[in-house]
């Protein structure tokens, strides 16, 4: 059972670099039964990061998606835009652990994968623990409340 509003779709976007990784977890997602809303890239152009991870965001902090995935090479790029949203706490994650805690502990709502650096089949791995790791509260509550600015 996901802590999340599963009845919201799963909000997903890239840039050229994480397309490949973006279609697999589109693939995950289709076999989970879990909607989502793709909001592009749509092919390996090169294209800016920034473009779909604004909407990303946006879907999420609107309450129009139940969390995100976003993935650029590196991640950096789409963590750091998708940060800029008030109320979005985009977590960089490269394995399992990282998801989890990113979950448990900072109650990160958008996973942002960096599709460079993880191997075939991490990805899916990753984003089935954030979608179902939930927050733990309590003492990592206080430290989220000190976040927005």
Known sequence: MSPFNLHLPVAIGCDHAGFDCKEDLISFLEGEGVAFKDFGTYDKHSVDYADFAHPVASAVENGEAAFGVLLCGSANGVAITANKH??????ICWGEELAELAR???????ICIPARFVRDGDAEKMLDVFMHTAFEGGRHELRIKKIAC
Do not use: E, M, S
């Open 104 to 110: 448990k502990h900072n109650d990160a709502n958008i």
């Open 86 to 91: 008030q109320g979005i706490r985009a977590a």
